[in-house]
């Protein structure tokens, strides 16, 4: 189990299975052993990077990768994520800590903790399922909770947020809390992303079978904002930047140590010698297909004059990657591979990225010629358990996140003026020497992802994207703006005939691609077969249908 360590790591306590429900006297020790338990529910460096798979941004040969959105999900009989162990074990806690003898003090975060990840467990629940019975205690097989039925999703919401108002209350700031733990900070982002899922989902699922009654997605929207602000007026956080436009983004996701980088609320640790490691970078570096960047993705990226792609003078075209991320956003050459970017170092030897890797073996190879580079690091250690592993950190929260929220949040409210701007998008703008983003946007994009919503909307939006590319943002985004659009759409990459001449590169007949040249992975598959009318949730299981009479199924099913 992967901990995220602190300062100083206590090897006397005892192992935390050592402890049960029956003998946990709730002592300061044994309270912080019981939270360390629910920190792998956090998202590691792998999940972190690979989440877009299943998004438009990532493509990924095996398109049934995820079953919602290749439409081969089926109703299980058990499982299926339907699972409530964690949320007993949380209430189990919050039932009975109250017999400790210890000062609240010296016990008050691992109270707070204990409420971050019950509004942490039941907003993953949320997203999955949406509709949730909410359960205070740690139930039993005799216990009557067994039978509740689901409430609506917006009950459930404004539960995890009072479980996060009680967290915030309990839990101290970043700078008074042991590197790794939860903070209050953290659950300040936690709960400004829980309120600006619930308002999105409200609004743009209205008048579908996933619609809420009496909805009221504003309330969420300026919970949202409200809890951005709250972080933002700490003074505590800001953009990192050195002033590099061209390297501090990428540096942000290939650090081994976060604690002082002024843009990460919480990060994970990893520690070889204490069995903490992961082999992101060995299939960053050595497995095209989990950093195949779509086409799509590419095209979001404004040219240097703040301008997009299918209006500015600046755009060079994509007949080769070289052209595509000339005059570019610089997040863009921070996010895919350039020929020439260092890729591995080994002592003294020095790898360059010379070309996708189209020529390996099929589950080895790049399906759309851009290559990921966002989270490699060319100094990231061998050797370990389990062979090539490393040590990365991965930000889990971090403040760019926080000033996203706001601003779309804001915008949303319709109180998004240029202060507001300024105050969030452009600050991540400023980081790459981009121009700033004005409230009346001042050109129209024939390429916008959501022709029916404000220019302003959709350049927050696009922000979003491109920021947050390849953190695992981007599907809970399309599921909450119901924009499933996206997904549908052909799903390409780079233009092939830059690769076919290329004595590495395989035959044509090989590779596919679309009536245009752009590579296309799922052009002899169904693809991405999302059936808005249903997958937009998954499906209980029916063990937990017929033992629950109470439950219903969700739309479609």
Known sequence: MIFLTACEKELDLPPLDSITDQELAFSRTEMELYCNQFYTMLPNFESMIYGDLSSDNLIFFNYLSNA?????????????????????ALNYFLVNYRKTQEPIESVGPFIGEIHFFKAYAYFNQLQTFGDLPWLSTPLNT?????????????????????????????????????????????????????????????????????????????????????AAKQLMDTGGYSVHSTGDINGDYWRLFNQEDLQANPEVILWRDYDIE?????????????????????????????????????????????????????????????TIYQIGDVQRIVGVDTTKYERPFLNLPARNANTTGYQLFKGTDPDAPGGGPGGEVSTTANPIFRYAEVLLNYAEAKAELGEADQTVLDASINLLRDRVGMPHMTVNIGFTDSDWEFPSLSPLINEI??????????????FHDIMRWRAHHLILRPLTGASFAQFENMPWSPPLGEVKVDNNGYMFPFKDTPGWQFDPDIHYLSPLPTTQLTLNPNLTQNPGY
Not at 142 to 171: C, G, M, Q
Not at 190 to 216: C, I, M
Request: charged share 25%; proline share 4%.
């Open 68 to 88: 919602r959105l290749a439409g081969t999900i089926v109703v299980p009989e058990s499982g299926g994520g339907w699972s409530w162990g964690t949320i007993r």
């Open 142 to 226: 005799d216990s009557e909770e067994l039978f509740n039925p689901r409430l609506s999703r917006s009950v459930i919401a404004d539960s995890i947020i009072v479980n996060l108002d009680k967290a915030i209350a309990l839990l101290n700031p970043k700078n008074a809390t042991p590197v790794g733990r939860i903070n209050k900070d953290a659950a300040l982002i936690l709960q400004s992303r829980v309120a600006l899922y619930e308002g999105s989902w409200e609004k743009y699922h209205s008048g579908t079978p996933f619609g809420v009654a009496n909805a009221d997605p504003n309330k969420y929207f300026r919970k949202a904002a409200d």
């Open 274 to 334: 204490f069995g903490g490691a992961h082999q992101a970078q060995n299939r960053l570096l050595s497995d095209g297909t989990f950093g195949s960047v779509s086409k799509q993705l590419v095209d979001s990226y404004l040219t240097t004059d703040g301008t997009p792609i299918s209006v500015s003078a600046l755009y060079q075209g994509d007949s080769t990657v070289e052209l595509a991320v000339t005059n570019r956003d610089p997040r863009l050459t921070q």
């Open 461 to 474: 939006r696009r922000e979003r994207k491109v920021e947050l590319a390849c953190e695992n943002f981007r």
